[in-house]
């Protein structure tokens, strides 16, 4: 795994960018953190405790991925751990196969 890109340290866990953010005197990846949370938040709704997911609903799980643009911004991108998911088609194909709609 990179742990350096264009010569800035690449953080492995949110901890880890706060820590890179006191280290460097600055709050870049925290920034990015909040930019990102701040725009997929649209697509959760969090629960009261106690109240149920309504049917067809499931929870998911993810994790942060971390970049540094050309231009030295930084960015996270917080993504789905599809690897833990139900397939919903129930076939259960490799992710290496794929069918073309024009075979």
Not at 12 to 27: C, F, I, P, Q, S
Request: charged letters at 25%; glycine letters at 8%.
């Amino acid at each position: 795994k990179t742990s350096k890109k264009y010569g800035v340290e690449i953080p492995t866990t949110v901890e880890h960018a706060y820590e890179l953010d006191r280290k460097n005197g600055n709050t870049m990846w925290r920034d990015a953190l909040q930019l990102e949370m701040y725009n997929v938040g649209v697509a959760f709704e969090i629960l009261e405790a106690g109240k149920q997911a309504p049917r067809g609903w499931h929870k998911v799980t993810g994790h942060i991925v971390w970049d540094v643009k050309m231009d030295f911004t930084r960015k996270a991108r917080w993504v789905l751990d599809g690897h833990k998911t139900a397939d919903p088609s129930g076939l259960h194909m490799p992710e290496s196969c794929h069918v073309s709609p024009f075979a």
